[in-house]
Structure formats: structure tokens, C-alpha cells
């Protein structure tokens, strides 16, 4: 290759200037060659401006938006290198890529801003720029730079063959080489439709769909998240020619309804990329379509395009293809070459590979031979004709939904764990993801496993979390002392499932002291105290000392009432948006109704709950005294006009109260109270707000970093009562600060106590902080009935509660005004301040 332009030239020197050069899905930002053309040779200049130029690194964090196009080829232009850092990284991941990248630029995206600069600070980068810098023409003849063959254009994240993460150097001369070699197999030209749903993060995405797409002079469109509606109506509405898919969106395509209702003629070739989908889904495929279903093998390190199979009726489903012209395949076993028809590790030898690791020349050594062959890790034989079979792998990836994922990775992260002794995941056979990644932990100390899942859940990104986590007594090893990974994986083979519950033998018992069960059915009724009364309450004195949180049995709410609740609250959260806002709460003078994704910051200054919710209290009509003193906070309650839907929440208020009623005399019992007490106070009637709660999952929901379902906090009144779902997600801090997650056997209420106990006590019963981290792929919904003292009680320290001579810790306070200084904190509609910052927060995603 000729020194100038590199790359860069040799594919925007192949964009027609007239026509769209690239497009989202949605129609939006769209630029045609020439505006592809100005932008790319402006923000080099830009780039040149900040001082940014060869052997500099510039992060390109961004999701699949045109303007990634013009990122990446003004980076090149400029003479420094792309990494591509991917736009669902969590700000840790980010901050661990910009460090080991040595970026000195960070490329993004308005919605992404707050953990790129996070990160970006973390890591010592200097500039953030949100899309790129854009100088006009006269300083933007400077370049392009002269670049080499064997400069850096793109790295890219790899988990090699095995180990951590690392850089693959891709060359200017060797992408081009390998765009080159794929244009005749993989023929794509200027009548091209070419969907980008590979993320852009991913050098398969950058450059065998990108890059690939704008040298042959197709259009591309882009594709920002996947939704199978999304993706099938981008296809139909662009009338897409040619698009590549991993292996699962095979599966859509030949057997989804949903695939009827779009018009998928102009499709003519669809590539498989990733693990194969296997010969029969793939006829399946091509018969329904009408169009050539062909697989094809990459890696980042071999270019990334190695093999693909012939569009032109030569295709071997099931097969990798054939290699790519200059592309020479060889098939190793105990250090030598095999014949053909024979199984070993597949080395390719190609202009394109990888120039090795970014500052790690002996993983680059474990890899890359001096030869110049490169071990892929993959096992596979070549059959007479030429076609490459790949049957296995040597490596310990685990291919998630096309994603490939670190076991190291995330064995890393769970090993800071402070119980976890040692980690080892591997991938379990999972129909929809492909694979999911499950880890055997041995411990040091006691520790859940769902406490494990919720620590990685809240440190990686989707499809590094891990499913499943095991306790083991010790991990299998071999003789050298490496864990067997084939071992544990026959262990997570389907027909082998287990779940570890709470009540496994493996299961440390002694967690569960710290939520343990209360019966407090003897507190049914004032009259005809029960003789286990003052056993009971000694336990509920203990606990509340202890930990602030137990489990309710003996509750009284029937099964029947309670599974109507959670029905009728699914059907209200699955409503339209515009239903649930009619109803919205910040249209209500008494904090009743519906709010939104992030309209409660549980965690004050947080960026808000990842949750929506339904507010109800007391049927208070206008009549009602509170309500004609105009005390906030009673009022009408805003319930949806669904069918059933008041019946349900009547009858498990109803219920739910009488449970909270034998708490109350519970508490007051362990206090040395009389049994009605806390309900019998002054100051009015006691308060009973039911919440219903909705946590749409966290991949739906792309949590910005810390935001959490509900941020941490303790709850307000006397004592709340949660009904939960089972899906898990409550985690509750110990008083030694350790944070375990609460599992809730069905049927069970947890029972957690609010921040005006510690005034009553004097700090012998704390409020509990907690909070809630939303399930990676499922919904989860709970009901917390809220339980206040009457508005106007004075919460002052019990006598029975100060030691002689000892003074009370708090101010007295006033249940309902306390109450309602908390909604004002945690409600930006409440209160103009938070409105304001959240105003200036940058917007949030999702
Ligand atoms: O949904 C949950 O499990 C907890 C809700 C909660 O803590 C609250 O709303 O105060
Ligand atoms: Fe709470």
C-alpha cells in the first residue's frame, strides 16, 4: 500500500458522493458519500488540532449511529488508531479499556457522556469529546497523514485463546488486505442494502460489516439495539440486500411468526457469523427467506474475515466456507499438519492477521507464530473440497447472544469478592443466548449465590453476568493443577440442571439468620393475647436489634388475594405509557398515581430508580376530615380503570393492613409496650400507603453507572411489609455494612422497619438500608405497604428506651411532616431543586 490516505482512503475513495452513504434504521442521521467525505476529513483536522496524529490512540465509544462513520474514518485520516470501546461497557470497563488502550481521546455520544468522562477521568484522558471536533477546510488540508502499511488503524478487545482481555493491533495495510480479499466472496455492491446490526464495538462490526459496506459503495444502515420488531422491520423498511447475523437471529428468522408480518424480499444473502447455526436451521433459513444462507468464520486477530462460504450455489450449510483469496487454512494436531478430512486446531496464515497484542508480546508469542501462522484455538478439519468445518474449540470463550466473553474476566471480578476463595465460569448451553456464563465459586467465607450473581451483575456488562453460581467445595483439577473446564462444563450440560436454593446442603445455613422467619399469627387479634405472644416478641426484640429485617409468616394475606395483586399490577404496568401517565402522580395534591422510570432518586442525588410505580393510600373522599383540614397526603388515590383492578387492590390492602396490624403489636410488644400502642397513637389514623412497583429488566433499562432499581436507603415510617415476586433483587446491609441478597420463599412478607424507630428507641432498632439491583433478563415486581404513625404524632424517645441519665440521640419529629420532608428529597416533581439539577443532568438513555 502507497503511503497517504491508508485505510481511511481506500474507503471513503470508494463512498459514491451523491448517494446515502449511511443511514440509521429510524431514517436519522443520514449522510451521503460527500458529507461522509467533508465530516471524516474535518474531524481529522479537528483531531490534528488537539494534537492528535500517528502512534496516538483515539477511543471511538459509541453505539451503531452513522456519525460512528465518520468517527472512525476522521481517526485514521488523522494517522492514529481507533479502539473500539463498546457503548454498554459499565464505567469500570471503560476506565480498565482507556488505560490499557492508552487512549488520549474519547470519541462519544451524547447520551453516553457521564461514564465516558467518568471513566475517561479515572483512566488520566484528557479530551471528551461528544462526537467530533469539526474544523472547516483550509486547516483540513493538512491532512490526511501519511501513513504506513504497518501502522495501527483499529484495535480491538480480544480475549485471545485464553487469559484477560487484550488489544489485537489491526493494520492499515492488513485491513485493507482483507477487504480486498473479501470483496470477491463476499460480493457487495453499489445496489446494496447492507444492514450494520454487528455493533461497530466489535472489529467484525467496525470492519466486516462498515467498512466492508462503504469501500463496496453500499448503503448502510445502522441498527442501534436489537429488538426482533426492530430488526425485522429496518430489513423490510430499507428493503435490505445483505446483512450478518450470529447464530440465534438464524433461529428468528427460519421459525418467528413475527417474520411473516414484514416484507423481506430485497433480502438476498444472509451471513452467519460467530458459532455456526447448525446445516438444518440454516436450509430452513434460505428455503423461508427465499435468499442464500451462508456461514462464515472470523476472529479479530485473523483480519477478521478468514472464511466464507460462496453465495453462488456452492454453499456447504453447516460449513465455514472456503477461505478467503491469500488466505491459507492448515489443520495442526500434536504440533503437526494433518491431512485433509483430519480434526485439529485450525491455524490461518493471511496479509490481514493481527500485527500481535498491543504492548504483550508473549500472549502475542502464545499465538502468532514467527512463521506467521496464527493458532486460532478453534478445532475443525478441512474436507476434500476445501471447506473448513469448525466442530469445536480449543479456547474457553463463551459465545453470549454473538458476544464473546472472558471466563478469566469475570472469574476476576468475582475473586474480589471478599468470600470468594477461587471462581471458575463456563458457558452453559442456553437456547436463546447460545451460551450463558455460569461460575463454580469456592469460598473463604459464607456467602448466597445470589449475592455472587447481583456482585458481577453490578460490575460488568450484560453478557458477562453470570446465570448461575455454584458453591463447590473445590474446583476439579488436572494433574498440572489447570481447573477442567471441560469437567465443569459437563457439569452445566442441559439434563444436568440444578439450581442451587437457599436449602442446599452446599448452602452455608447460618446466612439466613440475618432474615429469619417470625410467625406473628398469635398477634392476630387485641382481644385473647396468645401464650406464644411473649416468646414471639423476644425473637422480633432480638432481630430488630440485629438486623431491622425479617420474614413474616402467619400473616394472614391469602395466597388467592396476593397473586390477584401481582396480576392486576402486571396488567397496569403493561399498559401503554400514555395510560399510566393519565394517572401520573405528579398531577395528584396528595402524592397518589403513577411516576415513571427514574422519577424517585430512592438514593438522594442518585440519577433516579430504575423502576415505575403506582403510589395509593387510604380511600380518603373529600369528606374525610384529614382531607377537609387539608393535611398533605390524604386525598383521592388514582387507581387505572382496568377490570377487576380496585377489587384486587381493595381486597390486599385490606389484608395487608391486618398484617401490618399484628406487626405493630409485635413491635410494641418487644418495646414492653401494650400490644395497641403504635396503633392507638395520637395525632390522627395511622397511615398504610400501597406502592406497587414494576423493575423492568437492566438490559431494557441500560442502567447508567450505580443506577440501581432502588437506590440505597431505609424506609421512613413505622415499618414497611414487602411482598415480592420471587425474582430476587432486595439486597439488605447488615449492620457490619456487608450487603446480602434476601431471597423470599414464597408466600413469605419481608418485614424491614423505618427511620422513625431508631427516634422511638433510641437507636436499640435501626431503619436497615437496602436497595434493589433489577434482574439482568426478567421483570420483577413487588408491593411494599408503607406503615406511617398518624400525621400529627409526635415521635419523641420511648422512656423504656433511655438508659438512666441518658439523653435521646434525635430531635423529636413529626410523623407525617418527616414523612413528607422525604418525598420532597427523593421526588424532583415535588420539589423545583432536584427538578432543576436533574434538568442539568445529561439526559438518560432508555
Ligand atoms: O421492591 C423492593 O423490594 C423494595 C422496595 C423498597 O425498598 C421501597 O420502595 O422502599
Ligand atoms: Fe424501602
Redesign the pocket.
Known amino acids: 500500500m502507497s503511503g497517504e490516505g491508508g485505510l481511511a482512503q481506500y474507503v471513503l475513495g470508494a463512498v459514491p458522493h451523491g448517494r446515502t452513504a449511511i443511514v440509521a434504521a429510524d431514517g436519522t442521521g443520514p449522510l451521503t458519500g460527500r458529507a461522509l467525505a467533508d465530516r471524516a476529513r474535518r474531524g481529522a483536522a479537528g483531531l490534528a488540532a488537539l494534537g492528535v496524529g500517528r502512534g496516538d490512540v483515539v477511543a471511538l465509544h459509541l453505539p451503531n449511529v452513522p456519525d460512528f462513520a465518520p468517527a472512525l474514518c476522521a481517526v485514521l485520516r488523522a494517522g492514529a488508531a481507533a479502539v473500539l470501546c463498546s457503548p454498554l461497557a459499565t464505567e469500570e470497563e471503560l476506565t480498565g479499556q482507556l488505560a490499557l488502550s492508552r487512549a488520549a481521546v474519547v470519541v462519544t455520544a451524547p447520551a453516553l457522556r457521564a461514564p465516558a468522562r467518568a471513566a475517561a477521568a479515572r483512566a488520566g484522558v484528557g479530551a471528551v469529546l461528544d462526537l467530533l471536533p469539526d474544523r472547516r477546510a483550509a486547516e483540513s488540508a493538512a491532512v490526511p497523514v501519511v501513513v504506513r502499511a504497518g501502522d495501527p488503524a483499529v484495535l480491538a478487545l480480544s480475549s485471545g485463546t485464553t487469559g484477560l482481555p487484550k488489544y489485537a493491533v489491526l493494520t492499515h495495510g492488513g485491513l485493507v488486505a482483507n477487504l480486498r480479499q473479501a470483496a470477491g466472496p463476499l460480493p457487495l455492491g453499489t445496489d446494496d442494502v447492507l444492514l450494520a446490526l454487528a455493533p461497530f464495538a466489535h472489529v467484525m462490526g467496525a470492519c466486516g460489516v462498515l467498512l466492508r459496506g462503504l469501500a463496496a459503495g453500499a448503503t448502510v444502515v445502522t441498527l442501534d439495539r436489537f429488538t426482533p420488531a426492530a430488526f425485522l422491520g429496518a430489513l423490510s423498511r430499507h428493503r435490505v440486500t445483505q446483512t450478518i447475523v450470529p447464530p440465534p437471529l438464524v433461529d428468528l428468522l427460519a421459525t418467528s411468526a413475527l417474520v411473516d408480518r414484514y416484507d423481506l424480499s430485497a433480502l438476498r444473502v444472509v451471513y452467519v457469523g460467530g458459532a455456526g447455526a447448525g446445516a438444518d436451521l440454516e436450509r430452513a433459513c434460505a428455503r423461508r427467506l427465499g435468499c442464500v444462507v451462508a456461514q462464515g468464520y472470523g476472529m479479530t486477530e485473523g483480519g477478521p474475515m478468514i472464511t466464507v462460504n460462496p453465495v453462488d450455489g456452492r454453499a456447504r450449510p453447516g460449513s465455514a466456507g472456503l477461505p478467503l483469496p491469500g488466505v491459507r487454512i492448515r489443520i495442526v494436531r500434536d504440533g503437526r499438519e494433518v491431512p485433509a478430512g483430519s480434526s485439529g486446531e485450525v491455524h490461518v496464515a493471511a496479509p490481514g492477521l493481527m500485527a500481535g497484542y498491543l504492548g504483550d508480546p508473549e500472549a502475542t508469542r502464545r499465538v502468532l507464530g514467527a512463521d506467521g501462522w496464527l493458532r486460532t484455538g478453534d478445532v475443525g478439519h478441512v474436507d476434500g473440497e476445501g471447506y473448513l468445518w469448525i466442530t469445536d474449540r480449543l479456547k474457553d470463550l463463551i459465545k453470549y447472544k454473538g458476544h464473546q466473553v472472558s471466563p478469566a474476566e469475570v472469574e476476576a471480578v468475582l475473586t474480589r469478592h471478599p468470600a470468594v476463595a477461587e471462581a471458575a465460569v463456563v458457558g452453559r448451553p442456553d437456547a436463546r443466548a447460545g451460551e450463558v456464563p455460569v461460575a463454580f465459586v469456592t469460598l473463604r467465607t459464607p456467602a448466597i449465590p445470589e449475592e455472587l450473581v447481583l456482585f458481577v451483575a453490578a460490575r460488568v456488562s450484560a453478557p458477562k453476568r453470570i446465570h448461575e453460581a455454584r458453591i463447590v467445595g473445590a474446583l476439579p483439577r488436572g494433574p498440572t493443577g489447570k481447573v477442567l473446564r471441560r469437567e465443569l462444563r459437563r457439569r452445566v450440560r442441559p439434563g444436568d440442571m440444578r439450581t442451587v436454593t437457599p436449602s442446599h446442603p452446599e448452602f452455608p445455613g447460618d446466612l439466613m439468620a440475618g432474615l429469619p422467619v417470625v410467625d406473628i399469627s398469635g398477634f392476630a387479634t387485641e382481644a385473647a393475647p396468645g401464650p406464644g405472644r411473649d416468646a414471639v416478641a423476644a425473637e422480633v426484640d432480638r432481630i430488630c436489634r440485629e438486623t431491622g429485617f425479617f420474614l413474616a409468616a402467619g400473616h394472614g394475606v391469602r395466597p388467592e388475594t396476593r397473586a390477584a395483586m401481582f396480576a392486576a399490577s402486571r396488567e397496569f404496568f403493561a399498559l401503554p405509557a400514555a395510560a399510566k401517565n393519565a394517572l401520573a402522580i405528579s398531577r395528584s395534591s396528595c402524592h397518589r398515581g403513577y411516576f415513571g422510570i427514574a422519577a424517585e432518586a430512592?438514593d438522594e442525588g442518585t440519577t433516579g430508580d430504575l423502576?415505575e410505580?403506582l403510589d395509593t393510600g387510604g380511600e380518603h373522599g373529600p369528606d374525610h376530615p384529614e382531607v377537609l383540614a387539608g393535611t398533605p397526603t390524604f386525598g383521592p388515590n388514582q387507581l387505572p380503570d382496568l377490570p377487576g383492578f380496585r377489587q384486587a387492590w381493595s381486597a390486599y390492602r385490606a389484608e395487608a393492613v391486618e398484617a401490618a396490624e399484628r406487626v405493630q403489636r409485635a413491635l410494641a410488644r418487644a418495646l414492653g409496650l401494650p400490644d395497641d400502642h403504635l396503633l392507638a397513637m395520637a395525632g390522627g389514623e395511622v397511615m398504610y400507603h400501597l406502592?406497587l412497583?414494576h423493575?423492568p429488566p437492566q438490559r431494557h433499562t441500560r442502567p447508567a453507572p450505580g443506577q440501581l432499581?432502588?437506590g440505597e436507603?431505609t424506609?421512613y415510617g413505622t415499618v414497611?411489609l414487602?411482598a415480592?415476586d420471587g425474582v430476587g433483587?432486595?439486597e439488605v446491609m447488615r449492620r457490619d455494612g456487608t450487603w446480602i441478597h434476601?431471597a423470599v420463599p414464597e408466600g413469605l412478607l419481608?418485614v424491614?422497619l423505618g427511620d422513625l424507630m431508631a427516634i422511638w428507641t433510641n437507636d436499640r432498632w435501626v431503619s436497615n438500608p437496602?436497595?434493589?439491583v433489577n434482574p439482568p433478563d426478567t421483570d420483577?415486581y413487588?408491593?411494599?405497604l408503607?406503615v406511617t404513625p398518624p400525621y400529627r404524632a409526635r415521635i419523641t424517645c420511648l422512656p423504656s428506651c433511655l438508659a438512666p441519665g441518658a439523653e435521646p440521640r434525635y430531635a423529636p419529629q413529626v410523623a407525617g411532616e418527616y414523612l413528607t420532608s422525604r418525598l420532597d428529597a427523593t421526588h424532583p416533581y415535588r420539589n423545583p431543586l432536584l427538578a432543576a439539577r436533574r434538568a442539568a443532568t445529561p439526559p438518560q438513555d432508555g
Do not use: A, M, Q
Open positions: 430512592l423502576k410505580g406502592r412497583l423493575y432499581g432502588c436507603h424506609d414497611t414487602l415480592d433483587g432486595l434476601v419481608v424491614n437496602h436497595r434493589v420483577r413487588s408491593i411494599p408503607f
